[in-house]
């Protein structure tokens, strides 16, 4: 049995009018988690070719072109694994 | 997927201007600076003098000799049409079954072009506003970063362009600038907005 989540719930006797939500709260939905697994894939795969191709590289300047690729994609990857985080789901279970 | 498209055209394109490239190179100078002339006629002058500035590491010993922004025509011999080329000489790369520089930059490019992809449709699918803000701010970085990349490729002669004529660039703009005039449905041809 799937619940609906709106903010009235716990404020119930509260509030009389319902109250709607302008904006989606700062959960992670099922879509959210299935983008954010692909996305830090993604980034990791990138990272480590990345790292693999400049040791590869013969030339400085391209060396450290795919250097800081590598290094973009690892921050990037830190970016997107704050939102995985347990605090930010909604159900329990 | 265009820059890789174009990238396997210039190889297609290019015997000659291989072909010639060591004369080019010896009787250099002069060649060269008609080639940025070109250039500057065709807009791009500005930049072409901020690259100049910039010192290149590569292993041919007369490279530095010379600006590394030149327009190259390729097809100098044909005198009906003339195509303007907008290209650098091509940095040495050691050709062999081995992955090599050029290699490892297209690899990664088109690494940063598939990200790029994924993460345009993360930003429209986001659900809450922080992370939709974090998912484009990367897209944003990724897109950047292709650019550099980019950049980075051209400058090593790795992509080309062929200029449009003014000709069509001119019927382009007259069949437009009509199509405007009869269908522009919020009347703002007069260019009065």
């Known amino acids: ?93 | 997927m265009n820059h890789q498209n174009n990238n396997q055209r210039n190889q297609d394109m290019q015997p000659d201007y291989k072909q010639n490239k060591q004369s080019q190179y010896t009787t250099g100078q002069n060649q060269y600076s008609q080639g940025t002339e070109n250039l500057q006629n065709m807009q791009y002058g500005q930049y072409g003098q901020q690259q100049q500035q910039r010192s290149r590491n590569f292993n041919q010993p007369t490279s530095q000799q010379f600006n590394e922004y030149q327009a190259n025509q390729i097809n100098q011999q044909s005198t009906t049409q003339q195509a303007k080329m907008i290209k650098n000489p091509e940095k040495n790369i050691v050709r062999s079954p081995e992955m090599n520089d050029r290699d490892y930059l297209n690899d990664i490019l088109a690494t940063e072009k598939y990200l790029t992809d994924g993460f345009n449709t993360f930003t429209s699918e986001a659900s809450h506003t922080e992370l939709h803000n974090d998912v484009k701010t990367i897209l944003n970085d990724t897109h950047s970063f292709t650019r550099d990349l980019f950049n980075l490729m051209f400058k090593d002669g790795f992509y080309s362009f062929q200029g449009a004529s003014n000709q069509e660039v001119q019927q382009t703009q007259q069949k437009f600038s009509k199509y405007l005039s009869q269908q522009d449905p919020y009347g703002t041809n007069n260019m009065s907005f």
Request: with cysteine; proline share 4%; hydrophobic share 30%.
């Open chain 1, 1 to 93: 049995m799937q619940q609906t989540y709106t903010p009235t719930q716990q404020n119930q006797q509260n509030f009389q009018n319902q109250q709607r939500m302008t904006r989606p709260p700062a959960y992670i939905t099922t879509k959210d988690l299935a983008y954010l697994k692909d996305a830090m894939s993604w980034e990791l795969l990138a990272m480590k070719k990345c790292n693999h191709f400049a040791q590869e590289c013969q030339d400085k300047e391209i060396r450290d072109t795919i250097n800081r690729a590598g290094r973009m994609h690892a921050n990037h990857y830190k970016t997107l694994l704050q939102h995985v985080n347990p605090s930010k789901s909604i159900t329990s279970y």
